[in-house]
């Protein structure tokens, strides 16, 4: 099986950048946040594992790297013409998720908690390119993702730290793309030691669909993401980075090949 095997374990890229207002941001390494790793040139184009992520929801399928959800995996960012996909994807491979599962809690998702931990008077911002695929989502079809903390004491006892859900609705301040990723973010209150469910505790990430508010998707439609950050906005900036959105939306420079993406549908 090809698979794993062939690695491409290409690092997170840390970088201290400029936020809105000027202040500077700490990143928090999230590993395999560029979804590199395993390599998706496997017999079905895809990868339904993705290192250092857990995938869970829909029934689970072995595209060589063992068994995992297939509502969920990476793949290159190449059209079946060899074009390029999307013309600011992160590495070689972004990931997709389905929008609807056949799973009864209709919920699809990766996610991972990180080594480091939530601290008092610091705010945490996540941040996610997002792009449409082939079969783009309809417009009551979330996509979310969102920073949790986890009580270890309780594994399955969460707390959401900050959240964010984008709908294929054509938003005119950032609409989503089927050739450009589009970078959304989700920023978390200042934390302060009365946050005792979650500072001290460590970063969890997880992306997810759930199309309860659309009973009628199909799981033939996806979202495409890449470049999952997380970093530590100054205080001051907190404040704007909650209603900052990046919109460079790219001219379409080609037509694109919407169909037969090579991904398992
Ligand atoms: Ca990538």
């Given at each position: 099986?090809?698979?794993?095997?062939?690695?491409?374990?290409?690092?997170?890229?840390?970088?201290?950048?400029?936020v809105a207002g000027g202040a500077s941001a700490a990143s928090i390494a999230v590993p395999n946040g560029s979804f590199e790793a395993p390599d998706?040139?496997?017999?079905?184009?895809?990868?339904?594992?993705?290192?250092?992520?857990?995938?869970?929801?829909?029934?689970?399928?072995?595209?060589?790297?063992?068994?995992?959800?297939?509502?969920?995996?990476?793949?290159?960012?190449?059209?079946?013409?060899?074009?390029?996909?999307?013309?600011?994807?992160?590495?070689?491979?972004?990931?997709?998720?389905?929008?609807?599962?056949?799973v009864p809690t209709n919920r699809v998702g990766l996610e991972q908690v990180l080594a480091a931990t939530y601290q008092a008077g610091t705010a945490?911002?996540?941040?996610?390119?997002?792009?449409?695929?082939?079969?783009?989502?309809?417009?009551?079809?979330?996509?979310?993702?969102?920073?949790?903390?986890?009580?270890?004491?309780?594994?399955?006892?969460?707390?959401?730290?900050?959240?964010?859900?984008?709908?294929?609705?054509?938003?005119?301040?950032?609409?989503?793309?089927?050739?450009?990723?589009?970078?959304?973010?989700?920023?978390?209150?200042?934390?302060t030691a009365a946050d005792t469910a979650i500072v001290g505790r460590r970063i969890g990430i997880e992306i997810f669909t759930a199309a309860g508010?659309?009973?009628?998707?199909?799981?033939?439609?996806?979202?495409?993401?890449?470049?999952?950050?997380?970093?530590?906005?100054?205080?001051?900036?907190?404040?704007?980075?909650?209603?900052?959105?990046?919109?460079?939306?790219?001219?379409?420079?080609?037509?694109?090949?919407?169909?037969?993406?090579?991904?398992?549908?």
């Amino acid at each position: 099986m090809v698979g794993r095997s062939v690695r491409r374990a290409l690092g997170v890229a840390v970088v201290a950048g400029a936020v809105a207002g000027g202040a500077s941001a700490a990143s928090i390494a999230v590993p395999n946040g560029s979804f590199e790793a395993p390599d998706a040139r496997t017999p079905f184009g895809v990868s339904t594992k993705i290192d250092n992520w857990t995938t869970y929801g829909e029934a689970p399928f072995d595209t060589g790297g063992g068994p995992a959800s297939s509502g969920t995996g990476v793949f290159r960012n190449v059209n079946p013409d060899d074009s390029v996909n999307f013309d600011n994807a992160t590495g070689a491979q972004v990931a997709y998720i389905f929008t609807k599962a056949s799973v009864p809690t209709n919920r699809v998702g990766l996610e991972q908690v990180l080594a480091a931990t939530y601290q008092a008077g610091t705010a945490y911002a996540v941040r996610v390119d997002v792009g449409l695929a082939g079969s783009s989502p309809g417009a009551n079809d979330p996509f979310t993702f969102q920073l949790f903390a986890v009580d270890p004491a309780n594994p399955g006892v969460r707390t959401v730290v900050a959240t964010r859900t984008v709908v294929n609705d054509g938003g005119a301040s950032n609409p989503l793309s089927k050739t450009h990723l589009n970078e959304y973010l989700a920023v978390s209150p200042v934390l302060t030691a009365a946050d005792t469910a979650i500072v001290g505790r460590r970063i969890g990430i997880e992306i997810f669909t759930a199309a309860g508010s659309d009973p009628n998707a199909v799981a033939g439609r996806q979202y495409d993401f890449d470049n999952v950050r997380v970093d530590t906005p100054e205080p001051a900036a907190a404040g704007e980075l909650a209603f900052a959105v990046v919109a460079a939306l790219g001219r379409r420079r080609r037509r694109r090949v919407d169909a037969a993406r090579g991904r398992r549908s």
